[in-house]
């Protein structure tokens, strides 16, 4: 007779990290990241966002990540806007 092989079924951390994962496929920064050509932005960013040679302390963060934080920062009030008007109906 021939063994059947079988796959054990996932583990509850494996269901939820792929959940977690799929969640994240559709999650607003990377649906902005897939439309956006942040090359040109980036552009911009940088003439108006110049670092100095001769400064003293820790570096500049990345003008592009501090506009991405921004954008994050706006949607997020957004949500919390929405979710406060949702309680109040």
Partial sequence: MLAKST???????????????????SSFLRRINA???WRGIRT????????AQN???NS???ALMMFKILLLQVEATKLASCEMIMKLM
Avoid: E, H, I, W
């Avoid at 494996?14 to 496929?25: H, S």
């Avoid at 911009?44 to 670092?51: C, D």
């Fill in 55 to 57: 400064d003293v302390g």
């Fill in 7 to 25: 796959t054990p079924a996932p583990s509850f951390v494996q269901v939820y990290t792929q959940a977690g994962r799929d969640c994240m496929k």
């Fill in 35 to 37: 439309c956006v050509d």
């Fill in 44 to 51: 911009l960013l940088n003439k108006k966002y110049t670092k």
């Fill in 60 to 62: 500049a963060y990345d």
